[in-house]
């Protein structure tokens, strides 16, 4: 299912409210759900490997916690965040200024605008210390994402989502 952005993100606690949750696709919604959003995102950190291997081991150790009280929004959450670690690193290893693009597709009105604007890819300038970063992410982000009891939470999850 698509991720809904039209739910008033700002007024919906989606521990006490899990049956809102929608999973979408990659990290959608993942600077939204709260109160997910506040407990990750002041340990989301990925300048120099050494920061991001402490910000990735806080996030998967909040990500088997989430298990552990069997709250899969929040795992899902933790997920998330792992995996924007590891793209976001990613991005920085590939363009020093984080910028893919030479104008954002995201703010074209039209598919088509959109399109044009993702053929512009500025020039890449590789950054090991952020490619490193990177790789120390997607390592966490791998376990989360292939841990069997996180993979079941999810089966449930995404049965409610088709029911509702």
């Known amino acids: 299912m698509a991720f809904d952005y039209s739910l008033d993100f ?4 989606f521990r006490e409210n899990p049956e809102l949750y929608q999973v979408g696709k990659g990290e ?3 600077l939204l759900v709260e109160p997910y959003k506040s407990e990750i995102l002041p340990y989301w950190r990925f300048k120099t ?3 991001a291997q402490d910000s ?3 996030i998967y150790q909040l990500f088997l916690s989430y298990l552990a009280e069997k709250d899969f929004v929040g795992a899902d959450m933790a997920r998330k965040f792992l995996q924007m670690g590891y793209t976001r690193a990613r991005r920085y290893a590939n363009h020093k200024s984080g910028k893919k693009y030479e104008q954002n597709p995201q703010k074209e009105n039209t ?3 959109q399109k044009k604007a993702r053929q512009k890819v500025l020039p890449r300038q590789e950054d090991p210390v952020k490619a490193a970063a990177a790789l120390i992410f997607k390592e966490k982000w791998h376990l989360a994402k292939n841990n069997k009891q996180y993979q079941q939470m999810m089966e449930v999850h995404r049965k409610r989502e088709r029911k509702g």
């Open 10 to 13: 700002s007024k919906i606690n």
């Open 28 to 30: 959608q919604g993942v």
């Open 49 to 51: 490997p050494e920061i």
């Open 56 to 58: 990735s081991e806080k």
């Open 111 to 113: 598919e088509e605008a």
